[in-house]
Nanobody, 115 residues
Framework: QVQLVESGGGLVQPGGSLRLSCVAS????????MGWYRQAPGKQRESVAT???????NYADSVKGRFTISRDNAKNTLYLQMNSLKPEDTAVYYC?????????WGQGTQVTVSS
């Protein structure tokens, strides 16, 4: 069983920055893709950024140039550095890990961008 715990969310003013972290524990092996998703009120969950086991990254058009996804394999931790935040970035952000044997989600962390 795999557990994911996100942290780093909060309230920030437009133009500000936050860094989200996701720590994975449990039977972690043969990971294919790790990623961040978000869901705003009344909207479907959407992909924000993903990173493969080989390090290839992919970003939603709305966050390109502002967000950076990275991973620390030694610490089993996934990060999302978010800069130049906008009110439309407000959402619950979820960590996801996909492997051959599992597809795990974290509980989510709230990010609110407001003045």
């Amino acid at each position: 069983q795999v557990q994911l715990v996100e942290s780093g969310g909060g309230l920030v003013q437009p133009g500000g920055s936050l860094r989200l972290s996701c720590v994975a524990s449990g039977r972690i092996f043969r990971i294919n893709v790790m990623g961040w998703y978000r869901q705003a009120p009344g909207k479907q969950r959407e992909s924000v950024a993903t990173i493969t086991s080989g390090g290839t990254t992919n970003y939603a058009d709305s966050v390109k140039g502002r967000f950076t996804i990275s991973r620390d394999n030694a610490k089993n931790t996934l990060y999302l550095q978010m800069n130049s935040l906008k009110p439309e970035d407000t959402a619950v952000y979820y960590c996801n890990v996909k492997a051959m044997a599992f597809d795990a989600w974290g509980q989510g962390t709230q990010v609110t961008v407001s003045s």
